[in-house]
């Protein structure tokens, strides 16, 4: 339930940002101050509304008129919201609604009014909105659309990440910066492109700015020329260097995706390939890299963490103070030659981890000898443990394949850990873990026996001769 509020809440606020502040080529948004007056002034107007129905009941049919055009526009967003597979609507896809929207800011604004300004609430309502239309084309659509300042050199800011790739032997990317690090479907992403010129180009390249999840999945991303189409890459000079801004709202996220990995793809190419090729991605000695640049990687998901398992019973183990293993499934009954386990580890986050780990796993012979194991990081890289939330529960699966070869009878175990692949450090095991073992925690104790295959030998004699 807590995951359904905040995906209707986070698709109300986006269709409310859409519909009042969404421009040009889906990249040009209105301030956020702006919105937050809007949504001020939509607030009064609702309690507006509410106020002349319940205090003054005025006109029964005004009343009526405006309580059928609130279940209008409910009614039409929950349509779109299910005719758009559980998306919330764009705002552009309700402006066909706009005079009974139009009807409402006046109905609600006129409950501020005296005998002697009746239409008080409704002139200050209508102001405001026309004082905000006259800001917009200056104070926001004309330094959207301004050509980028020319950085003086190109150090990098604060929150910058240094990429130093070079595309072609055109322009070099110097650094990006993406915010923020934890973004929800239907929530802005700002990206920030340093770029240093390396020569002049009499072609207009298209920068792509791609958030890709850690399964390829897509999940929004804009596609321009440089400066908003005013700072076109032949414009450029070599030794130019300046800062490109790119703002886009993210798409909605397939059911089970979330939460996940994400990294913000950076590419360079020509509208007509068949005149320029792409221009491909090199490293300082020239070889090429590929085709596109990536970020460091972000979070995509809910803010609000998935709640802790309801119940008495303690954690398996807890790793420090950062992991607790809430349970373990698939650990079979016994062990079986080249047979692979898939095992099920349940994680919650007891605060917000400090690294990106690795879980071990070590199947151990009765002496404590090492027979297999398998080190992969938690949830394979597709959301790795230094992105989780404080109470968030993650379940992940890990394989170990059973040697093949013979495996002498006796006793085995298996143990796992945490480990940082970084430093190498191991997370400690919590003294009150389920069952401790000098290699980590014990998941399971086996008695293996080999049971060598019986070939019946018959031995024939051989015939006697003839005569004897």
Not at 367 to 391: H, V
């Amino acid at each position: 339930m807590p995951e359904l509020v905040t995906r209707l809440t986070n698709g109300v606020k986006f269709t409310f940002m859409t519909f009042w502040g969404l421009l040009g080529a889906d990249f040009v948004v209105l301030p956020e101050w702006l919105l937050n007056l809007l949504a001020i002034l939509t607030g009064l107007v609702v309690v507006g509304i509410i106020y002349q129905r319940r205090v003054r009941r005025e006109s029964g049919s005004l009343n009526r008129l405006a309580l059928i055009s609130l279940l209008v526009i409910v009614i039409n967003w929950w349509f779109l919201y299910f005719l758009i597979n559980l998306q919330p609507a764009r705002g552009r896809y309700l402006l066909p609604m706009f005079s009974v929207m139009g009807f409402l800011l006046i109905w609600g604004s006129s409950a501020l009014r005296t005998r002697r300004f009746p239409w008080l609430g409704a002139y200050l309502t209508a102001g405001a909105i026309m004082a905000m239309g006259l800001f917009v084309p200056l104070g926001v659509l004309r330094p959207t659309y301004a050509t980028p300042a020319l950085a003086a050199d190109a150090a990098l800011l604060p929150g910058e990440q240094g990429t130093y790739a070079h595309f072609g032997d055109i322009a070099e990317l110097v650094g990006i910066e993406v915010e923020p690090a934890s973004v929800a479907p239907f929530e802005l992403l700002n990206v920030t492109l340093v770029w240093r010129a390396l020569k002049t180009t009499p072609n207009n390249y298209v920068v792509g700015v791609h958030l890709m999840a850690a399964d390829k999945t897509y999940f929004g991303g804009a596609a321009h020329l440089p400066g908003k189409g005013n700072f076109a890459t032949s414009l450029w000079q070599p030794g130019d260097i300046f800062r490109d801004r790119y703002r886009f709202y993210l798409q909605a996220a397939p059911p089970g995706t979330l939460p996940i990995a994400g990294q913000v793809k950076i590419s360079m190419y020509c509208p007509n390939a068949n005149s320029q090729p792409d221009i491909p991605v090199l490293d300082a000695a020239g070889n090429v890299q590929g085709d596109a640049v990536y970020s460091t990687p972000i979070r995509i998901g809910l803010s609000a963490p998935n709640p802790p398992p309801q119940g008495d019973d303690p954690p398996l183990a807890r790793f420090g103070d950062e992991i607790a293993l809430q349970q373990v499934t698939g650990l079979p009954p016994g062990l079986h030659l080249g047979a692979e386990l898939a095992l099920d580890f349940t994680w919650q986050a007891l605060a917000h981890p400090s690294a990106d780990y690795t879980l071990y796993l070590h199947l151990l012979d009765g002496q404590g000898n090492f027979q297999a194991g398998a080190d992969k990081s938690l949830t394979q890289e597709r959301y790795p443990s230094g992105m989780w939330l404080a109470g968030e529960t993650i379940t992940d699966t890990h394989r170990l394949t059973i040697p093949v070869a013979t495996l002498p009878s006796g006793t085995y175990q298996l143990t796992a850990g945490l480990y940082d692949p970084v430093t190498q450090e191991r997370l400690p095991l919590s003294a009150d873990a389920a069952q401790a073992h000098p290699d980590g925690l014990l998941l399971e104790t086996w008695q293996f026996t080999l049971y060598h295959a019986f070939t019946p030998m018959v031995i024939i004699s051989p015939a006697a001769k003839p005569g004897k």
